[in-house]
């Protein structure tokens, strides 16, 4: 185990950490788990099949979902050939945001015998980007006040939220619910105060978009999801879209197999998370996320079984 107020890694058990750690403790999670018989490594191999590997992932998923905080971020590395599957076990537990796809412009994909090929080589990864299942959203909780005057008045002019959508459309329905809530348009709002008359609805749009405004600007923006993409000055470095180009690091005595290149971690760091964050990785493997945290003022937490890596 190494411990200090930055870095805490400890030689156990993925699992035997999670279950450790508290509910919502954890600001970001960046982590590469085995990608079943694709590494000729034993810890690639140790699932009879497809399904006993999924049942244990689903495993990890659930507890990451559990430890992570409603304002945090996942990334999770998978292999292009069983993407599918293991972004449907994450969307069970989390909000997938995107599928990243970090294309290699170098790799085992120049020194294959095409050929030989029965599919296509996979000259990819796959990075499933996803967010906690109830994030907070700023419209959700910035817009209270403007929910709870629609809710009431409508009610009040003796009217059920389904009468709203003769009214107005379907789109009414997200005018009265915390769910995927929406501000109404100026001329939705005046079909429904033409509907109910002038006792009721009495806030003009534009009162209405004050009161608005005025949550708005009560609300903490540090309770959102940490999202800080790179400037336009900064896209030769850094990626704003879904497709990454980092260059693999190369072959040096010691190097782990799976090892992810400082550069993309960089960038993850700096895109998902704040200064003194705490990122959690429970395959730590050469602790490359380890790295990264230190460099950029982050908190980290890991585990690893391998004594080839796990630092005594």
């Excluded at 979902?65 to 996942?74: H, I, P």
Aim: glycine fraction near 2%; hydrophobic fraction near 35%.
């Amino acid at each position: 185990m190494l411990q200090d107020k930055q870095i805490n890694l400890f030689k156990t058990d993925c699992l035997t950490l999670l279950k450790q750690l508290p509910d919502q403790s954890i600001d970001a999670i960046v982590t590469d788990p085995p990608y079943f018989k694709v590494k000729e490594d034993a810890w690639d191999r140790q699932w009879k099949n497809e399904d006993t590997f999924f049942d244990w992932l689903e495993s990890i998923v659930s507890e990451l979902a559990r430890v992570l905080k409603r304002n945090g971020s996942l990334y999770l590395f998978c292999s292009s050939h069983l993407q599918h599957r293991t972004e449907s076990i994450i969307a069970k537990h989390f909000k997938v945001l995107n599928h990243i796809l970090w294309v290699k412009t170098f790799g085992r994909h120049m020194a294959c015998h095409p050929p030989a090929l029965r599919r296509y080589f996979s000259q990819t990864e796959s990075i499933i980007f996803a967010e906690h299942r109830n994030a907070i959203k700023p419209d959700g909780y910035v817009c209270e006040a403007v929910l709870q005057y629609l809710q009431e008045q409508w009610k009040a002019a003796g009217l059920k939220y389904r009468d709203a959508e003769l009214v107005v459309g379907s789109i009414a329905r997200h005018y009265f619910s915390h769910s995927q809530w929406l501000m109404p348009t100026r001329e939705k709002y005046l079909l429904m105060q033409n509907h109910v008359g002038h006792d009721y609805l009495k806030l003009s749009y534009d009162e209405l978009l004050a009161l608005k405004q005025a949550d708005q600007y009560q609300f903490d923006k540090s309770k959102l999801r940490c999202f800080t993409p790179p400037t336009k000055a900064d896209l030769v470095n850094r990626s704003h879209t879904n497709i990454w180009t980092f260059v693999p690091v190369q072959y040096y005595e010691g190097k782990h197999s799976c090892e992810k290149p400082s550069a993309m971690l960089d960038h993850i760091l700096l895109t998902s998370t704040k200064e003194n964050d705490i990122v959690l990785d429970v395959f730590a493997g050469s602790c490359s996320t380890a790295k990264a945290c230190l460099k950029l003022n982050r908190k980290f937490i890991g585990c690893d079984l391998d004594d080839r890596y796990f630092i005594k």
